[in-house]
């Protein structure tokens, strides 16, 4: 009984992951004042952004810029493990890590999606093709791409579900905006193969944006496609509608799955945690999920782990101060989406659980680039307590 136990001592909370969603979370607890004891758990150094890989792969800052260091986490009641979780046992609320073994009253899994580019044929084997959505393999591209010389370019998604729907068109436009700047356009072509239909199919008007951009500087879409494989020998992207294009230059989204720790401990079904999806419970008692790991009906995106977060906080902090939880997820989220050349747009969606998905794009425009690096800036000030520019 959580009650009992918070008598005698302070609720232990312990969160998996130091993502989006870890980070949040473990930040409004901490500022709550609660006298809760929340135990942060991660096995990376510190912290990437996703839209930090892309300005890193296109050479807009270098890697020690974007990456956030777990050591500068210092909060009241927040104790950071930087440790692998091997084993989570949702019954009995107690993980094993590679550093200690934790029994929380209430357990949150923030793990995330690991990317898996050796489950797809040729993704590994061919030295024209990467992948650009771990940070290593972001990291590494900056330096492909600033000696590629121009080419046929294919940017391709291989499995579903993929993080960030936006980032794939992101990649292609800031891809476009390089090879231009390079001077190499003229004997280069780009192509964009994905499994949406559109570009962001909650949202009409800004996949005719985006696919309105695309025509003008004769990138060819192909929607509705998976990449299945790579055929290295021939440097070849095999589609699931049977085509095949030629590249130079392959860019990846490699194919998601919910950690392996995650799987083993049956909180999945169908390779993801299902959730309640106003309240982020599980089908265990006190055992919560939220972000890229779940099944809860969002895209998987940093905003959407981060608003789920902030219900959990809710949720909790009522619990320690014996009230009844005042907020329920609404799956809203605001993403900013590069176009090249400075050019932002905002696009403003929800998810809710019974509605049809809809929202809104506001821009491109030179204008939103400074609403972009506040998002970023004061999220590194609340989780890192200090001043950051996402483009130095
Ligand atoms: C190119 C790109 C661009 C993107 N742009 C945006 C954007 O503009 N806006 C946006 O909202 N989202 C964006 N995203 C998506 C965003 O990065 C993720 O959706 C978000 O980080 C998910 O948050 P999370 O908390 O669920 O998981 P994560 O942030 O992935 O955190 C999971 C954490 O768990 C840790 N972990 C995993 N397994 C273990 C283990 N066994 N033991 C210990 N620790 C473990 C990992 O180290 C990681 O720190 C982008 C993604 C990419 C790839």
């Known amino acids: 009984m959580i009650a009992g136990v918070a008598s005698l001592r302070a609720m232990r909370v312990v969160v998996l992951g130091a993502g989006f969603g870890g980070l949040e979370l473990a930040s409004r607890l901490s500022e709550a004042d609660a006298g809760i004891e929340v135990v942060l758990v991660d096995k990376s150094d510190g912290f990437v952004f996703g839209f930090s890989k892309l300005d890193v792969m296109f050479g807009r800052v270098g890697p020690d810029h974007v990456v956030h260091r777990f050591s500068d986490v210092v909060k009241p009641g927040v104790r950071m493990v930087q440790a692998e979780v091997t084993s989570i046992d949702p019954v009995a609320k107690r993980v094993v890590t590679t550093a200690e073994e934790l029994d929380a009253d209430i357990l949150v899994v923030a793990l995330g999606a690991d990317l898996h580019p050796e489950l797809t044929p040729g993704l590994v084997e061919d030295d024209r093709a990467h992948e650009f959505y771990t940070v290593a393999g972001a990291f590494a591209l900056a330096d492909v791409l600033a000696a590629f010389e121009g080419g046929r370019v294919v940017i391709g998604v291989t499995g579903t579900p993929f993080k960030c729907p936006p980032a794939p068109s992101e990649a292609t436009l800031l891809a476009h905006e390089l090879l231009e700047t390079k001077g190499v356009l003229d004997r280069s072509s780009i192509e964009l193969v994905m499994p949406l239909g559109v570009p962001i199919p909650p949202s009409p008007q800004a996949s005719k944006t985006i696919l309105d951009s695309f025509a003008e500087k004769g990138i060819v879409f192909h929607g509705g496609v998976l990449i299945t494989g790579l055929d290295p020998e021939r440097h070849v992207a095999l589609l699931s509608d049977g085509g095949e294009i030629g590249y130079d230059l392959f860019l990846g989204v490699p194919v998601h799955r919910a950690p392996s720790v995650v799987v083993e401990s049956g909180l999945t079904d169908d390779g993801w945690i299902p959730v309640d999806p106003l309240t982020l419970e599980t089908r265990f008692p006190d055992v ?16 959407f782990a981060e608003g789920q977060a902030a219900v959990v906080a809710d949720a909790i902090l009522a619990r320690a101060r014996s009230e009844q939880p005042g907020s329920q997820y609404d799956g809203h989220g605001i993403c900013y989406m ?55």
């Not at 919560?288 to 905003?303: E, F, I, L, Q, R």
């Not at 050349?341 to 049809?356: K, N, P």
């Not at 939103?368 to 307590?385: C, E, N, P, V």
Request: a negative charge; zero cysteines; charged letters at 15%.
């Open 288 to 303: 919560y999920a939220v972000g890229d790991v779940t099944s809860v009906g969002t895209p998987k995106a940093g905003v």
């Open 338 to 392: 590069e176009f090249g050349h400075e050019q932002i747009g905002m696009v403003d969606v929800f998810f809710q659980a019974g509605v049809t998905p809809h929202g809104d794009l506001i821009g491109p425009s030179t204008d939103l680039m400074a609403q972009k690096s506040h998002f970023g800036s004061s999220r590194i000030a609340r989780w890192f307590g200090r001043d950051w520019v996402s483009t130095g």
